[in-house]
Antibody
Framework: HVQLVQSGPEVKKPGASVKVSCKTSGFTFTNYYIQWVRQAPGQGLEWMGLVYPGGGTTTYAQKFQGRVTMTWDTSTSTVYMELSSLRSEDTAIYYC?????????WGQGTLVTVSS | QAGLTQPPSVSKGLRQTATLTCTGNSNNVGNQGAAWLQQHQGHPPKLLSYRNGNRPSGISERFSASRSGDTASLTITALQPEDEADYYCSAWDSSLSTWLFGGGTKLTVL
């Protein structure tokens, strides 16, 4: 069955970077887009970008251009999201999700806390 | 920047019907429709409806999605206590080349 399992919680200082992983299984990794979505405490969902390993492409939301890098490792069916120059407003739960016309399977989420 | 507009909250009684709306424009909802997601506190979102209105396997027939022009709707019939949650719509914007989310609607079942 389809699974997306994310890495554990992170605590970072302002200005640092964080890299979150999303290990997938149960489907053909190169046939699907993987999206990254975040949710600040008590707030709604915010789209960050997506990768398409099969086509070797990435698309980032304008808000995160220059600060986010999404990569993947086909050998382990794992997608990574790295966010740099962290600030307190980046404190949020970060989710990866498989896209098949919509985000049909989601990871459990990774809490990233940015605090001095 | 373009966005999807949802009412912040809706309250309905047990066993009643709730209709949630999501308004976009011709580049997103009006183009390819909107998907609907349900999120309970402390959990990841769960897909209720694809952009074409189809339900994923395992989703109750009490949830149905539709679209009229630039507005998508999610209708939930025979409301149950477990339907109390946040509901989000999402759509691809072909002009911005980005996925958009609505701000979410908090559904309260009285």
């Amino acid at each position: 069955h389809v699974q997306l399992v994310q890495s554990g919680p992170e605590v970072k200082k302002p200005g640092a970077s964080v890299k979150v992983s999303c290990k997938t299984s149960g489907f053909t990794f190169t046939n699907y887009y993987i999206q990254w979505v975040r949710q600040a405490p008590g707030q709604g969902l915010e789209w960050m970008g997506l990768v398409y390993p099969g086509g070797g492409t990435t698309t980032y939301a304008q808000k995160f251009q220059g600060r986010v890098t999404m990569t993947w490792d086909t050998s382990t069916s794992t997608v990574y999201m790295e966010l740099s120059s962290l600030r307190s407003e980046d404190t949020a739960i970060y989710y990866c999700a498989r896209e098949d016309d919509a985000t049909d399977y989601w990871g459990q989420g990774t809490l990233v806390t940015v605090s001095s | 920047q373009a966005g999807l507009t949802q009412p912040p909250s809706v309250s309905k009684g047990l066993r009643q019907t709730a209709t949630l709306t999501c308004t976009g424009n011709s580049n997103n909802v009006g183009n390819q429709g909107a998907a609907w997601l349900q999120q309970h506190q402390g959990h990841p979102p769960k897909l209720l409806s694809y952009r074409n209105g189809n339900r994923p396997s395992g989703i109750s027939e009490r949830f149905s999605a539709s679209r009229s022009g630039d507005t998508a709707s999610l209708t939930i019939t025979a409301l149950q206590p477990e339907d109390e949650a946040d509901y989000y719509c999402s759509a691809w914007d072909s002009s911005l080349s980005t996925w958009l989310f609505g701000g979410g609607t908090k559904l309260t079942v009285l």
